[in-house]
């Protein structure tokens, strides 16, 4: 990335740290764009399932302690009325019905009701008939929608049966049979809970059914609803207000991005930089500056596209005119001689014409080719032998040694072998052609912490320390004195360059380590695993 653009885009980044709007969401940079939807909409999901078990836990243990005193007060009850006498029974029935809110009932031998506290006195407590209950009514409904998601069992009914004898009631008959207290738990029409506690009483083979209807329970539970239903209102109006804010920290930062990334399509202002929002180490975050990053590489690529352009067009624009010159002047010529040194010259020409247009192609599909391509196991050291032993079988040295040297380490490295082959050819034509004759080129190849550095150094002039960065450039050309013009594109030492990078490795320029003159070509490329 450009100087210029790491440093707009750090001015960027402070003045989007100092905005006061974005500064109001700073709380959430640090979490998980998941992590806060979650918290957000399961909290009061949490909140509700946690309330109806707790209701349950509730009522059941409101119950369960109802259970245990209707047990005991049958028990008690049963052991007073024993050998007591008629009216002292009739007395006992009045006064612990009253004091305990309780319908007492004795049966006979025979199962016939002999006792009855509602009939001996006024009722301690009303139950309402079901006509008399209204089905729709709020509480009711929510009672029964509560018992359908806890799972609880429907409970029976409870109705005084017409002719009120110990069949009618399934406890009673029991007690008789198993001599034990039996209770049952029961529904009343208006929703609240009804215990029938009975027992036998002494040995006479009388029976005792105590009634009681625990309204309090329905009631404490149906205000503890209200309290969690209140909370979970509470905490859904919360969530909604943190929904909406949420969506403020998801919407408006997409919002900028959104519209930067538009900016930049339509091209309108080149120095448009897209929010990298630094503070957000959120997803959100992630995408700004990936796609800060991407548009930044997109903008480099275009511009070197330009550039690439206009260098193409001025370098094939001096052969053209050369070209043209020749042809037009062939024309008017005479003189045989200079006829040859004109075709000479637009031979030249066509020849310089077509070795560009070549590089040129080939710079263009590497970048293309190489994403594409699959990598394989590339031994550098016979790679590196077998184009030396072909180019000298070819003639292509020109007389000039190629000496090579390895050190002991394995060699091999990841990558497409042709394209590195080409670097290669492209480092030894370069050291060739800078090289005096009879001159010697040292191809040494090394493995350093995990890389493979191929150096290839030449006894030329060497290159000044502020042009080795320059020698990449695209059609860059700094030919040896005595060198015909033309005869090298400029491309093969950015082609090389290119090719380095597609392999995450890199090629630069450096001087000889031995102080003497020259110049050395380093290709640094990741080893194999």
Not at 34 to 52: D, E, M, W, Y
Not at 83 to 107: F, H, N
Not at 129 to 151: I, K, P
Not at 449 to 475: A, N, Q
């Amino acid at each position: 990335m450009a100087p210029g653009t790491a440093s707009a885009m750090a001015e960027k980044g402070s003045v989007l740290r100092g905005d006061p709007r974005l500064d109001k969401l700073r709380w959430s940079r640090r979490l998980s764009l998941t992590s806060r939807i979650l918290f957000v909409n399961v909290l009061p999901l949490v909140l509700l399932g946690g309330g109806v078990l707790y209701l349950d836990s509730y009522r059941k243990q409101l119950l369960d302690e109802r259970f245990k005193l209707a047990l005991v007060e049958a028990q008690i009850t049963a052991e007073a009325l024993a050998g007591a006498t008629p009216q002292r029974q009739e007395a006992l029935l009045i006064q612990i019905g009253k004091e305990q809110r309780l319908r007492i009932r004795v049966y006979g031998p025979d199962g016939k009701l002999e006792s009855d506290s509602f009939k001996l006195a006024a009722p301690s407590f009303d139950l309402p008939e079901a006509t008399e209950v209204d089905q729709s009514d709020f509480a009711l409904r929510m009672d029964r929608w509560f018992d359908r998601v806890v799972g609880a069992p429907a409970l029976p009914d409870y109705v005084d049966p017409e002719a009120d004898d110990a069949s009618a009631w399934p406890e009673l008959v029991r007690a008789r049979e198993e001599s034990l207290t039996q209770i049952v738990l029961r529904d009343a029409p208006d929703g609240t809970h009804v215990i029938n506690a009975a027992a036998p009483v002494g040995l006479d083979g009388d029976t005792l059914l105590i009634t009681r209807n625990p309204a309090d329970i329905t009631q404490s539970v149906r205000e503890a609803r209200t309290t969690v239903a209140l909370v979970v209102l509470l905490f859904l109006l919360v969530s909604t207000l943190l929904s909406f804010f949420l969506a403020q920290t998801i919407v408006r930062p997409l919002r900028e991005l959104v519209q930067a990334a538009v900016r930049v399509r339509q091209g309108r202002d080149r120095q448009v930089e897209v929010p990298r929002l630094p503070d957000r180490r959120d997803e959100i975050g992630m995408l700004a500056r990936a796609v800060s990053d991407m548009t930044a590489a997109l903008r480099h690529r275009i511009d070197a596209v330009e550039s690439f352009a206009a260098d193409v067009a001025h370098e094939i624009k001096n052969p053209l005119a050369s070209l043209r010159s020749a042809t037009e002047s062939l024309g008017t010529v005479d003189d045989p001689e200079l006829r040859a040194q004109l075709l000479d010259i637009a031979t030249h020409d066509v020849r310089r014409i077509d070795r560009l247009v070549t590089e040129i192609s080939d710079a263009s599909r590497i970048d293309a080719e190489l994403s594409r391509a699959e990598f394989e196991r590339v031994d550098l050291a016979e790679l590196l032998r077998n184009i030396v032993s072909s180019r000298e079988e070819r003639g292509e040295n020109e007389g000039r040694a190629v000496t090579i040297s390895c050190d002991g380490g394995a060699h091999s490295v990841s990558g497409v072998g042709m394209r590195l082959e080409r670097v290669i050819e492209n480092l030894l034509d370069n050291a060739v052609s800078f090289s005096p004759p009879n001159g010697t080129i040292d191809a040494t190849l090394i493995r350093r912490e995990g890389r493979v550095l191929l150096t290839v150094c030449d006894e030329g002039p060497g290159i000044p320390e502020e042009k080795r960065e320059k020698v990449f450039h695209r059609f860059h050309s700094d030919r040896p004195e005595g060198e015909d013009f033309g005869n090298h594109s400029g491309l093969g030492l950015a082609i090389g360059r290119t090719i380095a990078e597609a392999h995450d490795g890199s090629l630069h320029a450096e001087g000889r380590s031995d102080g003497s003159e020259g110049a050395c070509l380093v290709l640094d490329l990741p080893a194999a695993r």
